[in-house]
């Protein structure tokens, strides 16, 4: 998909999307790691990350960064923290 200025842009995650690649998770991280704005492609690495195959991911010397980072750190967070919001 292009945008006005002819550059590629990648659809927005949908909650679907981010239910079918983590599951059962709580609305809260859906919510949440849709607002990194990030991608399918960002979500999948960090679901990666957070299986513990990031040992594959350091062997490309590629960490985690943007909103893939995040997602991650959403992932990898204590269900307890909504609790705190």
């Known amino acids: 998909m292009t945008d006005s ?8 995650l949908t909650p679907e999307d981010v239910r079918g690649l983590c599951g059962d998770i709580l609305d809260w991280k859906v919510q949440a790691i849709i607002a990194t704005g990030g991608s399918v492609a960002d979500l999948e690495a960090a679901l990666a990350w957070a299986s513990g195959l990031d040992s594959v991911m350091l062997d490309a010397e590629r960490p985690l960064a943007g909103a893939a980072a995040q997602m991650y750190d959403l992932i990898i967070a204590e269900e307890d923290v909504a609790e705190e919001r």
């Open 5 to 12: 200025t002819g550059q590629t842009q990648t659809p927005k």
